[in-house]
């Protein structure tokens, strides 16, 4: 187990503020939101590719590979491409981490 140093200002707002029964509880419930706030605000931006083009981007990354996406050298293909492909990458890093911790 690792010990944490926390402020007194920063206790205090995890006890006002923080759903818990005890610090411990309190920091997981913190950590298990702002994952959540991740994993969501990835899910809307993805959303925004799959609503414009119309798939998943695994689909999508299928159809790129196999050079079946028009206009695949566009700028703005190629860019939504790399944008969509950064977004799917960075939501699994937090949908990694909270599934680890909650067992699901």
């Given at each position: 187990?690792?010990?944490?140093?926390l402020?007194?200002?920063?206790?205090?707002?995890?006890e006002?503020?923080?759903?818990?029964?005890?610090?411990?509880?309190?920091?997981?419930n913190?950590?298990?939101?702002?994952?959540?706030?991740?994993?969501?605000?990835?899910?809307?931006?993805?959303s925004?590719?799959?609503?414009?083009?119309?798939?998943?981007?695994?689909?999508?990354?299928?159809?790129?590979?196999?050079?079946?996406?028009?206009?695949?050298?566009?700028?703005?293909?190629?860019?939504?491409?790399?944008?969509w492909?950064?977004?799917?990458?960075?939501?699994e890093?937090?949908?990694?981490?909270?599934?680890?911790?909650?067992?699901?």
């Open positions: 187990m690792t010990t944490v140093s402020s007194e200002k920063l206790i205090r707002v995890l006002d503020f923080t759903p818990g029964a005890d610090l411990e509880t309190k920091l997981e913190l950590t298990r939101e702002n994952l959540e706030h991740q994993i969501r605000t990835c899910n809307e931006a993805l925004h590719f799959e609503a414009k083009y119309g798939q998943t981007f695994a689909d999508f990354a299928r159809l790129w590979r196999e050079d079946k996406v028009p206009d695949k050298h566009a700028h703005e293909v190629e860019r939504d491409f790399m944008e492909e950064s977004l799917q990458m960075e939501k890093k937090p949908y990694a981490t909270f599934n680890s911790r909650t067992g699901t």
